[in-house]
């Protein structure tokens, strides 16, 4: 589904964008542990993407507008999805960050930080992806029936204000950029 006009389309196509690069990771990491080729520049680039895109853009989209927006409209914060959901963002951060400490130790030919690095690689991918799952089955399910009208127009001009900062000194679209390049250098 990629309907911008509602309150999850822009969220929902983001997650398809952090699927497809942590495709590309999955296999970077497939070709390192098989053939020992071992492609840390492209697996940095991942790293900075799901850093940069998938949580500092896509999560601050989610925590600080949609899901106080949910909150607002009754759906609870603690023992509900927006908390599990929380939660799960705190885990993929914790993975992210297991990966970056170690890529510089591996770039240096360390083989404990290069397997460390490939398991929060693979620990972050199963977690996000299972929880990707949840949010565009539950969670914007409820969002969509819960939000429409002018507090719909009202998060999507929010979303738009986020999407027009700088991550970094990166734009959004040239993060997109850096997960076509990936791409296109791991096709499926
Ligand atoms: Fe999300």
Not at 28 to 39: F, K, P, V, Y
Not at 166 to 185: C, Q, S, V
Request: aromatic content about 6%; overall charge negative; glycine content about 12%.
């Amino acid at each position: 589904m990629t309907d911008e006009g509602s309150a999850t389309g822009v969220l929902r196509d983001e997650h398809q964008r952090i699927l497809m690069v942590m495709r590309v990771l999955g296999r970077l990491l497939d070709a390192g542990e098989r053939q020992g080729a071992w492609d840390l520049d492209a697996i940095g680039d991942c790293v900075m993407f799901f850093r940069l895109f998938a949580d500092a853009c896509h999560h601050g989209k989610e925590e600080d507008l949609l899901f106080p927006e949910l909150e607002a409209r009754g759906i609870p914060r603690e023992g509900g999805p927006i908390g599990v959901m929380l939660y799960e963002h705190q885990m993929g951060r914790g993975f992210v960050r297991a990966m970056r400490d170690n890529l510089g130790p591996a770039r240096g030919g360390d083989m404990g930080a290069l397997t460390r690095l490939a398991e929060a690689g693979r620990q972050f991918i199963d977690l996000l992806t299972q929880h990707i799952h949840k949010e565009d089955h539950i969670l914007f399910n409820m969002a969509d029936h819960v939000i429409d009208g002018t507090a719909c127009m009202g998060l999507c001009r929010k979303y738009d204000e986020v999407c027009g900062r700088e991550f970094e000194g990166n734009t959004k679209a040239a993060l997109e950029e850096i997960a076509a390049r990936l791409r296109a250098k791991c096709p499926d």
